[in-house]
């Protein structure tokens, strides 16, 4: 993992993402960041976990850093590693200590997939102690006082895979995201796709019908993303249809039959 990488997007949010609060969350991050509590994101894929950390950065002129966790990513990752340099050997900070030295927000998306000492690394930044220990430095960084540490995970698609434990759960205020009322799901679509309103319903019909098909057994539902997707081919000139196939139907099964039957029903509703 290039540490530079995160040096370089250790950058304020200069434009405002477009965001619809639904049920207070906005709210509660300024509480917790207030109480500098770190904030857990519980939700399905593309129901605007993202999108929510980065609006927040915005409205709090904040830097934000994004680490989008994997089964590989480690503690040295995030923490910082000793590398070769000319004819010296120098310290980079990882993305975790750059965020705590300079008051930056870390997002650590998915963090359930990464390896299980990430977890550890981040225990002593979130309760009281608000350190961060670096082991190869023997330094203990206390964190800047606009520091905000936010995780999200999608407990659906991690039972039975990768849970995180409810001793780290707990260190955490957290928020739950889910799929937008219809009416509110429709509004998103039109903001974010200029598609038109009539339209937009139809949309919102069809992931509202996906979602409802329990004995498809599909890993991933429709997301709020899939149908901005496909509003916006729409809006580009792609006929109605093809764009809900390729935007909505290909991404969530490779089974053709199951293809098939949930093209069959996307039909009927556009």
Not at 5 to 31: G, H, M, T
Not at 104 to 109: K, P, Q, T, V
Not at 122 to 144: F, P, Q
Not at 193 to 203: H, I, N, R, T, Y
Request: glycine share 6%; net charge negative.
């Amino acid at each position: 993992m290039n540490n530079d990488s995160f040096l370089i997007n250790a950058n304020k949010v200069k434009v405002q993402p477009y965001y619809r609060p639904i049920d207070k969350e906005d709210e509660v991050f300024q509480k917790s960041f207030e109480n500098k509590l770190p904030l857990l994101l519980k939700g399905p894929t593309g129901t605007g976990k993202s999108r929510f950390v980065e609006y927040m950065a915005y409205k709090n002129d904040l830097p934000l850093i994004t680490v989008s966790c994997h089964e590989e990513t480690s503690a040295t990752d995030l923490i910082g590693r000793f590398i070769i340099k000319g004819a010296e050997t120098i310290w980079i900070d990882g993305p975790l200590t750059t965020a705590v030295r300079t008051g930056s927000i870390l997002y650590l998306d998915e963090v359930a997939e990464a390896r299980p000492d990430v977890v550890v690394a981040i225990h002593s930044l979130t309760d009281h102690r608000r350190e961060l220990y670096i082991d190869k430095l023997g330094e203990v960084v206390k964190a800047h006082e606009d520091f905000l540490l936010i995780a999200s995970f999608n407990p659906g698609y991690q039972r039975g895979f990768k849970e995180l434990k409810p001793s780290t759960r707990q260190r955490f205020v957290a928020l739950s995201f889910q799929y937008p009322d219809p009416g509110i799901e429709a509004e998103i679509l039109v903001q974010e796709s200029g598609v038109e309103e009539g339209l937009a319903k139809k949309l919102v019909n069809i992931g509202s019908k996906i979602r409802n098909l329990k004995e498809m057994g599909l890993t991933e539902t429709v997301s709020t993303r899939l149908l901005v997707d496909a509003a916006k081919l729409i809006v580009s000139g792609l006929p109605k249809r093809l764009s809900v196939k390729v935007a909505i139907v290909e991404p969530l099964t490779d089974d053709d039959d199951i293809a098939q039957a949930l093209i069959d029903a996307c039909n009927l509703l556009i």
